[in-house]
């Protein structure tokens, strides 16, 4: 369809994706619950954040200069890939929730074939994972609606009430996986304070970066260096705008993996209560509850991560002008990586040895970059040196 250019102008495909968008939030709230009321809370959500937004518009102050195009097309196309993710992600989760379901009905303890194992044994928990789960869902599919629309979107983004609702729905992610991953009152105490962190760290990153800006500006005066010229502060610009976007895409990969496995552990779950075994709780655990702890926190710890990179790119695009803190992002983003490794290597394996070997792999990984910099480099000391000794500007 995307083939025929009438289909395009006529804003046919728009309307298309809309009723998709709406039969996906009838879907969830059909298939994430068993009784009628709780699937029109669900929906009322969605209607709620619609209804948010509008008042947000309506009532607030907007911007009289507004936003230049360049920068609402990237706070759109920041704003549509948070929200994809999200909704890509507690869609699943919503339907397969944490714990799994009884396979059989059992009169003796009131469980139903297909109802979940985490609301009858764990309720408020499940309350928790679901309804925070279900928030930040709707919340992403409403703005995705939202961004179809430029009539929507363009006025909304300027009062930052898309910024609001995403970082609701953030923070909604972020309840879920505390609530969703652990059945242990301790494991969803640590998960929480991991959450705590992520707006501590961003309030570091916004304090520390203005004085940063103010160092850069004095050594810059110290060196007599000349004002940088339009094409040259365009090419840092851009050069900048790239660094986040990599950033973004790395959060998101890393956010999207990290949010499932919490939620559904390697190893699988029990699926009913024998010989000590509690149904929906992890067989990892009790099986080998060292290993499970170091993939539960190290998993944890790169799903926060990522959700601090993406708060701070957030932050980034709320500030405008203002130079990214890249300092804070790429050691967020080091953390994330590192921690995802380590998750790997003790949920994919189950001896120590085994895992051992897995993270051993990153040493010829790194030898190879390290051999390969240092021929690349080589390479071009040796052109500049045939090339004649370079001029001051060059240098600069």
């Not at 709620?48 to 196309?77: N, Q, S, W």
Request: net charge positive.
């Amino acid at each position: 369809m995307l083939q025929n250019k009438k289909l395009v102008r006529l804003h046919i495909l728009e309307a298309a994706m809309i009723l998709d968008l709406f039969s996906l939030m009838g879907a969830y709230a059909a298939g994430s619950s068993r009784d009628t009321s709780t699937s029109i809370y669900i929906v009322a959500m969605a209607g709620a954040v619609l209804i948010y937004v509008v008042i947000h518009i309506i009532f607030f102050t907007l911007d009289p200069r507004g936003m230049h195009k360049d920068v609402l097309d990237k706070c759109r196309e920041v704003l549509l890939l948070l929200a994809i993710l999200a909704a890509s992600i507690t869609y699943q989760a919503g339907l397969t929730p944490p714990g799994g379901f009884w396979e059989i009905d059992d009169e003796k303890h009131g469980h139903h074939a297909g109802f979940s194992i985490l609301q009858d044994k764990y309720h408020r928990r499940y309350k928790a994972f679901f309804y925070c789960n279900a928030a930040s869902f709707m919340a992403s599919v409403a703005l995705i609606i939202l961004l179809v629309n430029p009539t929507l979107y363009k006025p909304a983004i300027e009062c930052y009430a898309l910024f609001v609702c995403m970082v609701g729905g953030m923070f909604g992610l972020m309840a879920a996986y505390a609530a969703g991953s652990s059945l242990h009152l301790k494991a969803s105490i640590v998960v929480l304070v991991l959450v705590a962190l992520v707006p501590v760290f961003g309030f570091a990153a916004y304090l520390v970066e203005p004085a940063q800006q103010v160092a850069d500006g004095a050594a810059k005066d110290d060196q007599n260096q000349p004002p940088t010229t339009g094409t040259k502060s365009n090419q840092h610009k851009d050069q900048d705008n790239d660094k986040a976007k990599y950033l973004m895409l790395l959060g998101i990969l890393a956010a999207s993996v990290t949010y499932l496995t919490g939620l559904k552990p390697p190893g699988g779950l029990w699926r009913d209560d024998n010989d000590g075994h509690s149904a929906g709780s992890p067989i990892l655990y009790d099986m080998d509850r060292r290993r499970y702890m170091v993939f539960f926190y190290s998993n944890s710890t790169s799903f926060m991560a990522s959700i601090i990179v993406i708060v701070l790119l957030l932050c980034q695009i709320l500030r405008r002008k203002r130079r990214p803190p890249h300092w804070s992002l790429h050691t967020a983003m080091v953390l994330d990586m590192l921690a995802l490794l380590v998750a790997y290597a003790a949920g994919s394996a189950r001896k120590w040895g085994t895992s051992r070997n897995v993270i051993l792999l990153l040493i010829p990984i790194v030898v190879f970059l390290w051999l390969l910099f240092c021929y690349k480099n080589r390479r071009r000391n040796t052109a500049s040196q045939k090339g004649g000794a370079p001029t001051t500007q060059n240098t600069g």
